[in-house]
């Protein structure tokens, strides 16, 4: 069984750009979350969709969007791109409904560089 | 407040011994799930071991432990025998009611040949 993949592996951008990571969920789960681990900030929670639905956010400007499509793969997109945005970008699934089902499972990540 | 305490930054020790990583928690949710997740050099996090609130029996999985108890708000985790390929950044994780995941700072555990 695939795990969650994620593309692309690396992403270049410079300072004003956007860019846009893409993320494959595990068959069958339909919840899908986004994580930045900065150098120094440790992993942050940034996004949570299910159900094709934002369901949580974290505590991120504006300018952090995603959306989930209705296969459940989901993008999120970083607008007006800040050096201090460089990070790895990871994203996990995991199965929807009750807490007691919810084991998040974690792509290798998007290494984003902001130049 | 949601929290997750991990002290030690890192933790270097010599191939085959044991190693305890510490991780302390706060939270007021009544129902909660703690967790264990790897992350080696390649980046991916692994997932370890997930806890819930209600069951503070110890669990053992080959080489590794992990110790949960409530009256310290404590879930350690234990490698037996330690190998090289143990090295990584080990985060502990808090799932609150929201089903949102608050990570420890991570240990970097370095295990020498």
């Known amino acids: 069984e695939a795990g969650v993949t994620q593309s692309p592996t690396h992403l270049i951008k410079t300072r004003g750009q956007q860019a846009t990571l893409r993320c494959s969920p595990i068959s069958g789960h339909t919840s899908v979350y986004w994580y930045q681990q900065a150098l120094g900030l440790g992993l942050q929670f940034l996004l949570w969709y299910d159900e094709g639905e934002e369901r949580n956010r974290g505590n991120f400007p504006p300018r952090f969007s995603g959306r989930q499509f209705p296969n459940y793969s989901s993008e999120l997109n970083v607008n007006a791109l800040e050096l201090e945005d460089s990070a790895l970008y990871l994203c996990a699934s995991s199965w929807g409904g009750t807490l007691a089902k919810n084991i998040q499972y974690f792509g290798a990540g998007t290494r984003l560089s902001v130049l | 407040a949601q929290k997750v305490t991990q002290a030690q930054t890192e933790i270097s020790v010599v191939e085959k011994e044991d190693v305890t990583l510490d991780c302390v928690y706060e939270?007021?949710?009544?129902?909660?799930?703690l967790f264990w997740y790897k992350q080696p050099p390649s980046g991916e996090l692994v997932f370890l071991i997930r806890r819930n609130s209600f069951d503070e029996q110890n669990e053992i999985s080959g080489r590794y432990s992990w110790n949960f108890q409530k009256s310290t708000s404590s879930f350690n985790f234990t490698i037996t025998a330690s190998q090289v390929v143990d090295s990584a950044v080990y985060f502990c994780?808090?799932?609150?009611?929201?089903?949102?995941?608050?990570w420890g700072a991570g240990t970097k555990l370095i295990i020498k040949p």
């Open positions: 939270t007021r949710d009544t129902t909660y799930y």
């Open positions: 994780a808090l799932m609150d009611s929201n089903y949102q995941l608050i």
